[in-house]
């Protein structure tokens, strides 16, 4: 049996709302912050472009969709291309419908709030890499990556 040792996570690449902008703002949150070393987030255009090493990951580890809206475009594009998704979440699900079709935002733009909304989708996409490969023991976690001064993760 092949040990999972690293779970994809593709975030959908939406503009027109708020809710891909959390999708993806939070998906880097759990790449860099909160599970460094055990994801890794795959570029959706190289994906949708043919990048053959994105469509074999995809179809050979386990992989998270998180979706702005329940048009699921992320899981939807994953789905014809490469198989089936382990788990498909959406902000629309885990905030609400209003918050996921907001106006979308600029990092510069981002508030309390907003901040608040990426967290919980953060958490969310985080409890779900951990139940495909279990919560990791702290001495197991790679150090965040430390972002140059004046550039936000989040
Ligand atoms: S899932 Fe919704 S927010 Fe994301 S790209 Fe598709 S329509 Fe846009």
Redesign the pocket.
């Known amino acids: 049996m092949v040990e999972v040792k690293k779970v994809g996570i593709i975030s959908?690449?939406?503009?027109?709302?708020a809710?891909?902008g959390i999708?993806r703002l939070a998906a880097r949150h759990v790449l860099e912050s909160a599970r460094p070393g055990r994801t890794v987030t795959i570029c959706l255009p190289l994906f949708l472009a043919g990048g053959e090493e994105e469509r074999y990951f995809a179809r050979t580890f386990p992989t998270i969709t998180i979706?702005?809206?329940?048009?699921?475009?992320?899981m939807r594009a994953t789905e014809k291309l490469s198989g089936q998704v382990t788990q498909a979440l959406?902000v629309s699900e885990l905030l609400d419908s209003e918050s996921?079709l907001a106006a979308p935002f600029s990092q510069r733009q981002l508030n309390g709030e907003r901040e608040k909304q990426i967290a919980k989708v953060s958490a969310a996409l985080t409890e779900a890499v951990d139940e495909i490969i279990g919560k990791p023991a702290a001495k197991d976690l790679l150090t965040p990556t430390t972002p140059p001064a004046g550039i936000r993760l989040l």
């Open positions: 959908c690449s939406g503009e027109e709302c809710g891909g999708s979706d702005g809206c329940d048009k699921r475009c992320a959406t996921a």
